[in-house]
């Protein structure tokens, strides 16, 4: 499977961003998809997840409220806005691709990665 990511960038803290994500050499919708993210000196955070059929979603309590992970199927794509960021947000962000069934949708267990896109939020 390949990913393509974008939507990174530079903004100010309360600003918003949407990163996007598009799969291909796979059937999209046999994925359940989520996104990472990891600041230098850190581990990497589960931030979103959404199933194959975008009926429920997880979301990192320190995200939850700001953050909507989405898809669509149709386009091989899966979607995070971001609003009212914060300087802490600031990470390299990976969107993953899970085949396998898990129990949870907060499994932090995925089969494929994207390459990562930066996003720096400034105070």
Same mark, same amino acid.
């Given at each position: 499977v390949q990913f393509v990511e974008s939507g990174g960038g530079l903004v100010q803290a309360g600003g918003s961003l949407r990163l996007s994500c598009t799969v291909s050499g796979r059937t999209f919708s046999n994925y359940a998809m989520g996104w990472f993210r990891q600041a230098p000196g850190?581990? *990497?955070?589960? !931030?979103a997840? !959404? *199933? *194959?059929? &975008?009926t429920s979603?997880? %979301?990192? &309590?320190?995200v939850k409220g700001r953050f909507t992970i989405? *898809? &669509?199927n149709a386009k091989n794509t899966v979607y995070l806005q971001m609003n009212s960021l914060k300087?802490? &947000?600031?990470?390299v962000y990976y969107c993953a691709a899970r085949g396998l069934l898990v129990a949870t949708i907060s499994d932090?267990? %995925?089969?494929?990665? /994207?390459? /990562?896109?930066? !996003?720096?939020?400034?105070?």
């Open positions: 850190k581990e *990497r955070e589960h !931030v997840a !959404v *199933r *194959r059929t &975008d979603a997880y %979301y990192a &309590d320190s989405s *898809r &669509d300087p802490e &947000d600031t990470a932090p267990r %995925y089969d494929a990665w /994207g390459q /990562g896109t930066q !996003v720096t939020v400034s105070s």
